[in-house]
């Protein structure tokens, strides 16, 4: 069985600094691909940034960009420049190429602070 | 423009009742997901199926069942709703395998209230 784990519940991060989002996740799969998506108040789930587990290069997209750590089994999320925008909850996921099952971690709360 | 589409955005329902959450892909996507997401526990995955006709339990199938008749239609079914299936749930769907962005697509939800 596959799990993902987020550590931290709720983060404040003041305007234009930059913030890293912990995620961990247990697999024995070879082959993964991990996400982030936002959640904002409204509550739609937005696309943030991939990684596969072959990779060999870290993911960016714009301010996002994926710490990824094969060997430690740790996929972070940094936020570059944080916005008041990127107020939101965030969700670590990932899924197995070896049962397409999609697990995702418990969120983190970021709050942007003027 | 992907989109998922879920029936029903609100409902309210007696315990006892029969619940159907439908939820219908135009992407062609091969696998489709249904979680429900509650304060601090994220999302958590109840059932998922990878092609028509096929299902797969998630973390917390009980309680539910599920239908996939056809590939862009994915159904959710509470045979008995409870009080505690009083949730959030998320319908998604992504393509077959880790290819490309491996993006998945959600749908807006649906806020299930059991009384």
């Known amino acids: 069985a596959q799990k993902i784990t987020q550590t931290q519940p709720g983060m404040f991060v003041q305007e234009k600094e930059a913030v890293t989002l912990d995620c961990t996740y247990d697999?024995?799969?070879?082959?993964?691909?991990l996400f982030w998506y936002k959640q904002p108040s409204s509550g739609e789930m937005i696309f943030l940034i991939y990684?596969?587990?072959?990779?060999?290069q870290n993911a960016t997209e714009g301010r996002y960009s994926l710490n990824f750590q094969k060997a430690r089994k740790s996929a972070n999320l940094v936020i570059s420049a944080s916005q008041l925008g990127d107020s939101a909850m965030y969700f670590c996921?990932?899924?197995?190429?070896?049962?397409?099952?999609?697990?995702f971690g418990a969120g983190t709360t970021v709050t942007v602070r003027a | 423009d992907v989109k998922v589409t879920q029936s029903s955005r609100y409902l309210v329902k007696r315990t006892g009742e029969k619940v159907f959450l439908e939820c219908v892909q135009d992407?062609?996507?091969?696998?489709m997901f249904w979680y429900r997401q509650d304060p601090g526990l994220g999302l958590r995955l109840i059932y998922f199926?990878?092609?028509?006709?096929?299902?797969e339990k998630g973390d917390i199938p009980e309680g539910y069942s599920v239908s996939r008749e056809k590939k862009e239609r994915f159904s959710l079914i509470l045979e008995s709703a409870s009080t505690n299936q009083t949730s959030m749930y998320l319908c998604?769907?992504?393509?077959?395998?880790?290819?490309?962005?491996?993006?998945?697509?959600f749908g807006e939800g649906s806020r299930l209230t059991v009384l």
């Open positions: 998604a769907s992504t393509l077959r395998g880790l290819a490309g962005t491996g993006e998945l697509f």
């Open positions: 697999t024995s799969d070879p082959s993964y691909g």
């Open positions: 990684q596969g587990s072959y990779d060999q």
């Open positions: 996921a990932m899924i197995s190429s070896n049962d397409y099952k999609l697990s």
């Open positions: 992407m062609d996507h091969e696998n």
């Open positions: 199926s990878y092609d028509v006709k096929m299902k």
